[in-house]
């Protein structure tokens, strides 16, 4: 799957790098996880560039932005429809490819023509879960 050729944006070699981590990425990383992870290869990159070229990719859909961290949007290169399990201890995302079946009364739909949904699993990924229960062992 290369989309690169559809994207209208000069492919510099930071952007190159930028759109190699994200393929097949399955991290949901931040921005700043993409900077850190490509200037080392690019010691002159700013973190500005890193934003900007997010910016296009989502525009021209080829990546996802996910809401799921106010302080920390996170990005998706897998675009085809897909729900998430969230850890709310250290913010890992997986992703959910099941199908659920989600009605919303005629009533609830408040006039709209629903197009789809997408859901946010939440809890503690087995590392976390993990650590809480080492804690509570030591503090008994
Ligand atoms: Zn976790
Ligand atoms: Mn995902």
């Keep these: 799957m290369d989309d690169r050729k559809h994207i209208s944006m000069k492919l510099t ?18 921005a700043s996880d993409i ?3 490509i200037s080392e290869r690019f ?11 997010l ?14 961290d ?3 949007k996170r990005f998706d290169p897998d675009t085809t429809p897909h729900h ?3 850890c709310t201890g250290c913010g890992k995302i997986v992703d959910i490819h099941s199908e659920f079946i989600l009605e ?11 197009t789809g949904n997408h859901v946010d699993f939440y809890g503690l990924c087995p590392r976390c879960k993990n650590r809480g229960e080492k804690t509570f062992h030591e503090g008994s």
């Excluded at 190159?16 to 097949?24: M, S």
């Excluded at 919303?104 to 629903?114: D, H, M, P, T």
């Design 13 to 30: 070699p930071q952007r190159l790098a930028i759109l190699e981590y994200l393929e097949n990425n399955k991290d949901h990383p931040s």
């Design 84 to 86: 998430h399990l969230i």
């Design 35 to 37: 900077y850190n992870a």
């Design 104 to 114: 919303l009364a005629e009533g609830e739909k408040c006039g709209f023509e629903v």
């Design 55 to 68: 910016k296009t990719l989502k525009m021209k859909d080829t990546i996802r932005e996910l809401a799921i």
């Design 70 to 72: 106010p302080d920390k």
């Design 43 to 53: 010691p002159t990159m700013s973190f500005a560039t890193v934003y900007n070229t």
